[in-house]
C-alpha cells in the first residue's frame, strides 16, 4: 500500500533536499514490526538531518524523525500484534534508519516499547525524545540520593525540549527547580511548567574563575554542556548530582576534577539512544504516571510533513520552544 514521507536526497553537487513523496510499501527497509505511524517529533538531531550537509544521515534516499508513536500493523514477533500502541525512541532510527516522518514505519521489535495505558500517541510524542531523556536524567539524579528535601534543583536550557519537560516533571514531584534561560520572554513559560525562579543564562556563561564557589544546587539536569557546565559543577552542594544530556554549549569542558574530589561531585552522563528494554519501559512508566499533562500540552507546537523543512532549520537556530508535535497524517 502506498503511504506519505518527507523524504531527503543528495544531489550531485551534495546539497541535500526533502520533499513529501507517496512511496509503495516494498521501498520500506527491512524489520520484524511494521508500524502505522501518527505522531513524530522535532529534536535537535532532525535538524541535523535535514540541513544543508545531512547531518547524521549515512545514506540516501533517507526518512528522518527519531522517534515515533502509532499502531502495530503487521508483525513477526510474537510480542506485538496488530492493533498494539507502540513508542520507538533510539536506536539511530532517523539517522541510519528510515524514521518516523512518514505514515509507515519498519522496525526491528527490540527497539519498540508497548504504549504504556494512559498514554496517547499524541501525548507520547509530545514527551517524545526530549521526554524520555529529561525522565531518564531525573531517575538518575533520584537513583543518586536526590528528593525534594535537599534544596534547589537548577535545569539548564530550560526553554528547550529536555528542559522544558525536566522542569514540569521535577515541578510535579515537589522540588523547588530554579530554569536557566536566555531568552527573558520565556519567564511566564517556564514558571507555567512549575519553575520556582527564572535563572539568567548570563549568570552562568562566565569563565570559569574559581573552581569551587557557593554550595548553591542539590542537583542539576544539563542540557547545554560547554562553559556552563564548567561553571555549574564548581557550584553544586556536596555530593551532588549532575545529569549532563546535551552537547549544545559544546563537548569540551573547561573544568577541574577539583569538584568532584573535594565536594565528591558525579557527573552522570545520559544517553537516550541505546538504553536496554527494561529501562526504558521503566522511563515510559514513569513518564505515564509522574508527568502532568496538562502543563504537557503548553509546551507542543503542533506541525505537519509540509512543515518539516523549515522547522529543521529553526531548531538549529534555538528559535523553537517546547515540543513541535508532527501529526505525519495531516
Not at 527573558?184 to 514558571?191: D, H, S, V
Not at 519553575?195 to 554550595?215: M, Q, Y
Request: proline share 5%; aromatic share 6%; hydrophobic share 45%.
Amino acid at each position: 500500500m502506498a503511504f506519505r514521507a518527507l523524504v531527503v536526497e543528495k544531489d550531485e553537487d551534495g546539497k541535500t533536499h526533502g520533499a513529501v513523496q507517496t512511496l509503495s510499501e516494498d521501498r520500506l527497509p527491512a524489520g520484524d514490526v511494521t508500524v502505522a505511524v501518527e505522531y513524530s517529533t522535532v529534536n535537535y538531531k532532525d535538524g541535523l538531518c535535514l540541513g544543508p550537509g545531512g547531518g547524521l544521515v549515512r545514506s540516501y534516499p533517507h526518512v528522518p524523525g527519531i522517534d515515533f508513536a502509532g499502531t502495530v500493523e503487521a508483525s513477526d514477533d510474537p510480542r506485538y500484534s496488530p492493533g498494539d500502541k507502540v513508542v520507538l525512541t533510539g536506536w539511530r532510527v532517523g539517522e541510519v534508519h528510515w524514521g518516523g516522518y512518514a505514515e509507515k514505519a519498519r522496525v526491528k521489535a527490540d527497539w519498540l516499547v508497548p504504549l504504556p495505558g494512559g498514554l496517547t500517541t499524541r501525548a507520547a510524542m509530545a514527551v517524545g525524545t526530549a521526554g524520555f531523556t529529561a525522565m531518564l536524567a531525573v531517575m538518575a539524579l533520584e537513583d543518586h540520593g536526590l528528593t525534594p528535601s535537599n534544596g534547589e534543583v537548577l535545569v539548564t536550557g530550560a526553554a528547550g525540549g529536555v528542559g522544558s519537560v525536566a522542569t514540569a516533571i521535577l515541578a510535579h514531584l515537589g522540588y523547588e527547580v530554579a530554569a536557566v534561560t536566555g531568552r527573558p520572554e520565556q519567564e511566564g513559560y517556564l514558571k507555567g511548567l512549575g519553575a520556582a525562579r527564572i535563572v539568567a543564562r548570563e549568570e552562568l556563561a562566565e569563565t570559569v574563575k574559581r573552581p569551587l564557589e557557593a554550595e548553591t544546587w542539590a542537583g542539576c539536569v544539563d542540557a547545554v554542556g560547554g562553559a556552563m557546565l564548567a561553571r555549574v559543577l564548581g557550584q553544586m552542594k556536596y555530593g551532588a548530582s549532575v545529569a549532563a544530556v546535551g552537547l549544545a554549549g559544546g563537548a569540551a569542558l573547561p573544568a577541574t576534577v577539583i569538584p568532584f574530589l573535594l565536594r565528591g561531585v558525579n557527573l552522570l552522563g545520559i544517553d537516550s539512544v541505546m538504553q536496554p528494554y527494561d529501562a526504558r519501559v521503566r522511563a515510559w512508566e514513569r513518564i505515564a504516571r509522574d508527568l502532568p499533562m496538562e502543563k504537557l500540552e503548553a509546551m507542543v507546537e503542533p506541525a505537519g510533513l509540509a512543515d518539516l523543512p523549515g522547522l529543521g532549520a529553526a531548531i538549529l537556530k534555538g528559535q523553537v520552544r517546547g515540543r513541535v508535535v508532527v501529526d505525519v497524517r495531516a
